[in-house]
């Protein structure tokens, strides 16, 4: 047991407090802006006067042209890609975990593989994959694509997540007359919640930030997501840092909020695969 | 195994190749089929203008690669990036981790927060960067202008000199956390006896650290390097959505200059031969960083 002495806390706090103050310094400059009326940005002050804080931005943010389905998108996208990840991800380690499958080990490997090709490479066959099945500018076709990145991660972590539970509570359940997928529902799921959620948050970061597959494969107003529409307020409203600040903080809410729900999980989800 | 009861086995597990086929259909269809198509395009002329017909043209495109100025300038960015964020996380997230495993009072909260920076959009990370950095009325500036260092200020995105290193920052804001989180889980699972018997051999807290933690972190640093080369070498949002690669080339990196050549100059073959280049590349540094950790245990 390490009794921290008094010198200790103090270096360890002042520790602490250069990194968070690096970290957290943008985050917490970008949501005090974001309340700032534009004269008070562009003041150069430090600090805002009382009376220079508004909530316009949001206000406006809202409306200008298709914020609202920016954000719509983003959200069908993200929350369609987390479900069907964690939905396809469970059935594929649910086999992996409890079926004597030929060629497992092969495709475990086959199944990481890809997470270490160049995103630019596999984004010119994707196109012309794409556009062969007709799904550039659809939802579908980006809910594909971010499926299809997050899938594998998904299916390695819950592998090793229904690995770890003991086989006799399938027994006991397949005894009692539960059926072989009955068992995934009813015995698997229930256990494995903590594994479930932290692989759906993952596959909603994962498509929520994406940037790089929605540029190419949405080219309409009709299938563009929030990162897109950000980058294009930054070119296009240039010197309204009071909207594009305000809208930056509606993208991250999401997230935050989300974060804060499985911030706890996150790091054993993440672990999970390289402690064993 | 007899024929008859091998048909036994696959008959009592078909459910089990039932339910892998959707995650087979995805790896296999939109994964691996991609990859290597997109390595066999890096042969042909394929056009953005026409995609449908190409000609197989060789080697062409990898000739042009190795004598295109641009292309050498990323490669050595791209290189240069790696390398530098990887080696700096992992000393800074060695030194975070040392600081959240100390028991203090309110630690759980810093621990609880510490990965905030990783699960934002890469976006919004940009936004606050471009945003903290604005020439007239960025924080930067004002707080040099406020401690009365105003001849420091510029429009640091805008600077050859600062860009990169403002790119290389941003890595390291968004990972650090993400290794220190890592290692210092890692670090929990160190049975404290092992401390215990090097203290009373009369080892210092350095040679501790040395001899018992850095070892047994071995296996999570391996990950974690693994994880970041790929994620830093393949990283195109960054630079693109800050600098677009400039000023001129200042930032220019393989994926972004690749993904220009595609999408802007409609190369598709070309770009793919680029591709396949940076995918070369990043099996020889993952290799390298699997033999240099590995030899890092043997000693």
């Known amino acids: ?276 | 195994m007899s024929a008859v009861t091998r048909l036994q086995r696959i008959g009592r597990e078909s459910l089990g190749y039932l339910l892998i086929f959707p995650v087979l259909l995805v790896i296999l269809g939109l994964n691996l089929y991609p990859t290597i198509q997109g390595i066999l395009t890096s042969f042909t002329n394929q056009s953005l203008i026409d995609p449908g017909h190409s000609v197989y043209i060789g080697l062409e495109n990898y000739f042009k690669l190795f004598k295109d100025p641009i292309f050498q300038i990323s490669l050595r960015h791209s290189l240069e990036l790696t390398f530098s964020a990887v080696v700096l996380q992992v000393l800074l997230g060695l030194i975070m981790a040392h600081l959240l495993i100390q028991e203090v009072p309110g630690i759980h909260l810093f621990r609880s927060i510490a990965m905030i920076t990783w699960v934002l959009p890469i976006i919004a990370s940009v936004v606050m960067f471009r945003f903290i950095t604005l020439p007239n009325y960025g924080l930067i500036n004002i707080l040099l202008r406020d401690v009365g260092l105003s001849q420091l200020s510029r429009n640091w995105f805008g600077d050859e000199k600062t860009a990169f290193p403002l790119v290389l920052i941003m890595h390291l804001w968004r990972n650090v956390p993400f290794y220190a989180i890592a290692f210092m889980a890692a670090m929990q699972a160190i049975p404290a006896d092992l401390y215990e018997a090097a203290r009373i051999d009369g080892a210092g807290e350095w040679r501790q650290f040395w001899f018992i933690t850095l070892p047994n972190l071995r296996y999570i640093m391996l990950v974690m390097v693994v994880l970041h080369v790929t994620f830093t070498f393949n990283n195109f949002d960054f630079v693109y959505l800050s600098t677009g690669g400039g000023p001129v080339t200042a930032t220019e990196v393989l994926p972004t200059y690749i993904y220009k050549q595609a999408w802007n100059g409609y190369a598709l073959g070309y770009a793919s031969a680029g591709g396949v280049v940076m995918l070369v590349i990043l099996v020889v540094l993952v290799l390298i960083c699997n033999k240099l950790i590995k030899g890092l245990s043997e000693k």
Not at chain 1, 88 to 97: C, D, N
Not at chain 1, 109 to 121: D, E, G, I, S, T
Not at chain 1, 197 to 215: R, T
Not at chain 1, 226 to 242: A, D, N, R, Y
């Open chain 1, 1 to 276: 047991m390490i009794r921290p002495f008094p010198v200790r806390r103090v270096v360890t706090y002042c520790g602490l407090s250069i990194f968070y103050l690096c970290l957290l310094l943008p985050v917490v400059w970008l949501v005090l802006s974001s309340f700032r009326n534009s004269d008070s940005v562009q003041s150069g002050r430090l600090v805002p006067a009382w009376s220079d804080l508004t909530a316009q931005n949001y206000g406006q943010a809202f409306q200008i042209s298709n914020f609202v389905t920016y954000m719509v998108n983003s959200c069908v996208i993200a929350f369609t890609v987390m479900i069907l990840t964690v939905f396809l991800g469970s059935l594929g380690a649910y086999a992996l975990s409890r079926f004597a499958l030929k060629g497992k080990k092969l495709f475990m490997m086959a199944a990481l593989l890809p997470q270490f090709f160049p995103y630019v490479l596999v984004l010119i066959p994707f196109y012309v994959l794409m556009s062969s099945l007709n799904l550039v500018d659809s939802h579908v076709g980006i809910i594909l694509t971010h499926t299809s990145l997050t899938l594998p991660f998904a299916l390695w972590m819950l592998t090793g997540y229904f690995d770890a539970i003991p086989k006799e509570l399938d027994q006991a359940a397949l005894i009692d007359g539960c059926s072989r997928l009955g068992v995934l529902f009813r015995i698997l799921y229930p256990v494995a919640i903590p594994g479930l959620v932290v692989a759906g948050f993952f596959a909603f970061v994962v498509s929520w930030g994406d940037y790089l597959f929605v540029s190419i494969l949405s080219q309409s107003n009709a299938t563009q997501t929030l990162p897109i529409g950000l980058q294009t307020f930054m070119s296009s409203l240039e010197v309204q840092w009071g909207l594009i600040t305000a809208g930056t903080v509606l993208a991250i809410v999401p997230t935050v909020i989300f974060f804060s729900i499985v911030q706890r999980r996150l790091v054993s989800g993440l672990t999970a695969g390289a402690v064993k």
